[in-house]
């Protein structure tokens, strides 16, 4: 299922242009237009949950693990990397559309945020 106004339901429909990392039947990755790393990657399911809260895809969630494992490998960050899933305005959320930011090249501390 795909919502018509969704930003990233149009990437993943082809509707628009992203710098692509990686596609499966599945999902896709590109590049962060607003990179808060050195190496910044969207990883999005095809099919379209607004939040990780109306996720009940168990098969696709864990396809998406997968997916960010192997993005990070595309982007060389395989020894260190971030996974952010936001969920909700007070979160960051700013596209309801389920999303892993994939995050590395560089130091990242911890508490985030």
């Known amino acids: 299922m795909r919502d018509k106004n969704c930003i990233f339901c149009k990437i993943a429909n082809k509707e628009i242009n992203s710098n692509l990392i990686l596609e499966t039947e599945d999902y896709l990755a590109f590049h962060d237009l607003n990179p808060q790393a050195p190496k910044h990657a969207l990883l999005i399911p095809k ?10 895809d168990i098969e696709l969630l864990g396809k998406l693990m997968i997916g960010a494992k192997e ?4 982007l060389n960050i395989k020894e260190a990397y971030r996974l952010v899933i936001n969920t909700g305005e007070g979160a960051g959320q700013t596209v309801f559309h389920i999303h892993i930011h994939i995050l590395g090249g560089r130091p990242l501390e911890w508490p985030p945020g």
């Open 71 to 74: 993005v990070a490998e595309k």
């Open 47 to 56: 099919k379209h949950f607004s939040s990780l809260n109306h996720a009940d």
